[in-house]
């Protein structure tokens, strides 16, 4: 069956790539992280659902989803804010991401051993959905950033 | 005679007692220009010197509309906010007479500006009855009292 580092080995690389691209710009958390006392202006959530596995003749392929929440609060000086934010946070969802094994276990080597491929998904390779004031009281907006990757490989193990 | 103090005694005690300065912001103008996005906004501001402030409960929340679950259906985690709910209560004879405070108002207090959620008049009391919220982990720059 498949490495059984597998799922860490992609959760570790996507948040990698996303807290690179995106934390110059926009204070960035992984999903689970807790960074809930900082005080921001804005700010971006990584969440990734999947890997779902689908076996080939030829080999196998892992598919997952990639959701990147923006959030910014309303804004007393400029009414584009959010787009701009949103901006960022699209522009590092790349036309492929590395994977790595990440860690500090044996097998655990940080050497490259594959990519992950944008895929459409209904016609769409990235969704962009803006859900503007989250609620009637809270002057926050939020926005989410989606897109689905996969990544083809012929050794199970890795 | 009663033995009991009237509602315009207790407002007074609880004036004298818990009585904080605080500032109510009236939004009286606001322009957008679409092109640059800059944002223009107008406050009328009253200093009242003694607002009740009840005490502040503070939680840990998140909002899923409609457009979000449709949008994201599988991350049900994640978008947490935190928020500080507070009441507070205004002595009527603090503000000009026929002063309507209205949910687009703000008061500003201990250098947080709070939204009213409810407002609530008060004849019998004297006075205006507030529900306050603050989003406290973001920077509520909109309603900061510096860029007002």
């Not at chain 1, 944008?118 to 950033?145: C, E, M």
């Not at chain 2, 005490?55 to 679950?69: G, M």
Request: with cysteine.
């Amino acid at each position: 069956m498949y490495n059984e580092n597998l799922e860490r080995w992609i959760y570790s690389s996507i948040a990698n790539h996303f807290v690179t691209l995106i934390s110059p710009f926009i204070p960035i958390q992984v999903e689970g992280e807790h960074k809930m006392n900082e005080k921001k202006d804005a700010s971006v959530e990584v969440r990734m659902n999947g890997p779902y596995f689908v076996s080939y003749s030829g080999g196998d392929q892992a598919n997952i989803e990639i959701n990147l929440l923006v959030t910014k609060a309303q804004d007393n000086q400029n009414f584009y804010t959010l787009q701009e934010k949103i901006g960022i946070a699209r522009s590092a969802f790349h036309s492929r991401i590395g994977l790595f094994k990440y860690g500090t276990g044996i097998q655990d080597t940080g050497v490259h051993f594959g990519c992950f491929v944008i895929q459409y998904d209904k016609g769409q390779l990235i969704r962009v959905d803006q859900f503007g004031q989250i609620g009637k009281d809270t002057p926050t907006l939020q926005a989410s950033v989606n897109a689905k990757y996969s990544f083809y490989f012929k050794n199970k193990n890795i | 005679m009663s033995l009991l103090p009237s509602h315009s005694d207790l407002l007074y005690t609880l004036k004298f007692d818990f009585g904080q300065p605080a500032e109510l912001l009236k939004p009286v103008a606001g322009v957008t220009n679409y092109q640059t996005g800059a944002l223009t906004r107008g406050y009328d501001r009253w200093k009242i010197r003694r607002v009740i402030m009840l005490p502040e409960k503070s939680n840990r929340t998140f909002i899923r509309d409609l457009a979000y679950l449709s949008s994201s259906r599988k991350f049900t985690e994640g978008g947490l906010f935190e928020q500080d709910l507070r009441d507070a209560i205004i002595d009527i004879n603090d503000l000009p007479n026929g002063f309507i405070i209205e949910l687009d108002d703000l008061l500003y207090f201990g250098k947080e500006t709070y939204l009213i959620k409810t407002s609530q008049k008060s004849e019998k009391v004297g006075g205006w009855l507030l529900k306050l919220k603050h989003v406290s982990n973001m920077n509520n720059d909109p309603y900061s009292i510096e860029t007002l």
